[in-house]
C-alpha cells in the first residue's frame, strides 16, 4: 500500500484553510492509503524561536485532527519532535541541498523579509538575500528558517511517502523534497526514494481565500475563520468580509474580494446556495448582506459539530497522551527503517 504523510505547524488553531487545503484530504485518504500525520512542532521554531508551551500547542492540533475525524487506529498522528531519526535525514539532506536554492524559495524570502523588518527601516532597500549577510543582520534570519525544505523534505521521504495531501501554498516546499529526493537517489546511485507527489483531493490546489479582500485564508494574515469559533465569533467575522456596492452590468467579472466571497461559498455551502447567489450577481440583484448572512450559517454549520467534538477531545489528556504514544511508535518503526537502510546506502557502519 502506498504511503502517504502530511503535517501542520502547531502555531494555534485550525481553520477552514488547513481544513479544506489539507485536513479534508486526510480524511479521504486514511481508509485507501497506508497514512501517518504529524504535528510539525520543530517547524515552528523556525518562525516562533521561544514557544510558550509548544507539547500543549502540539495538543490542541493532535485534539483538533482527532475532532475532524482522522481514525489514529488507522492513521498514526505523532509530534514531529517525538520521532528523532527524523533530524538524521535532516543532517543527510543539508548535506546535498544547495544554499541557493534554498534561499531561493518564496516562502524563505517572505519570512526573511519579515524576520528583517525591524533592521531594514534603517538599511536602504535591496535584495534580502544580499541583506542576510549583512553583519548587522546576522542574528535576524536563522539557518533553520532556511533549512525549512530540507526539513519538511526528511518528514515526509523518512517514510518513504509518495503522496502528501497539503494545500496550494506548499507547491514549492513539495517541488523542494521531489528534489532532495532525486537528488539523494543520484549522489549514492541508488533508485531509493520515490519523488512524493502532492495530493488535492478536488484534483486541484486548493487555496482557501481571505475575507478580507485578497490574499489566502491563514493565522500570520490575521483573517483567518479557526473550527473552534463559536457562532457569534463566524457571524462577526463574515459579516465584516470586504464587499462592493455591486455590479452595474449583468454577467460581469468578480473583483477579488466578491471572488472570494463565492469561492468561499463554493467551498462550504450547498452548489444550489452559491448557484442562487451566483445568479443573483450576474443580474446584478445581488445583496450581499444576505449573501454573508447565509454564508455565515453554512460556516457554522460546518463547524458547530467539529467544534463541539473539539472540546470534549481536548479535556481527555489520558486518550491525548496514549494516541501521541502509539502514533511516535508506529512513526518511529517506520523511520528507523529507513534511516538503517540510508545508512547503509551512505556507507555507515550499521551493527
Ligand atoms: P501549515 O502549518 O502552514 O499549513 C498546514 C496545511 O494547511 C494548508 N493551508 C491552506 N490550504 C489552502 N488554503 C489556505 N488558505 C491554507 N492555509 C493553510 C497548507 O497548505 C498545509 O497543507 N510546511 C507545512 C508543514 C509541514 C509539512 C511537512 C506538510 C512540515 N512538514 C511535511 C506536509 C508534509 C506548513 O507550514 O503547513
Redesign the pocket.
Known sequence: METV???????GN??????????K?FLQMQHEYNCLF?I?DW??LTTHPHPADIRKSAYTILSEYLACGIDPEIAPIYI?SDVPETVELYLYLNMIAGIGELMRTT?FKDKARQQLHIDRVHTTEGDVEHEIFNESNKHSVSAGLLT??T???A??IIHK?VK???????EQ??EM?RRFARRFNQTYGVDFFPE?ASFYYSHK??????LDGSG????S?GN?IYLIDDEKTIRKKVMKAVTDSGPTEPNSPKPEPIANLFTMMEIVSTKDTYDYFNEKYNACEIRYGDMKKQLAEDINAFCAPIRERILAIAADTDYLDKVARQGAEKARASAAKTLNEVRRIIGFHSY
Open positions: 504523510v502530511s503535517g501542520i505547524r502547531p502555531t485550525l481553520h477552514l484553510g488547513n481544513y479544506f487545503g489539507a485536513v484530504g504529524f510539525a517547524h515552528s514531529q516562502s525549512y525544505p526539513l519538511m523534505a518528514d515526509i511517502a502528501v495531501p497539503v494545500g496550494k501554498d506548499q516546499n513539495m523534497a512524493p490546489a486548493v487555496k482557501v481565500p481571505g489566502k485564508m491563514g493565522k494574515e483567518a
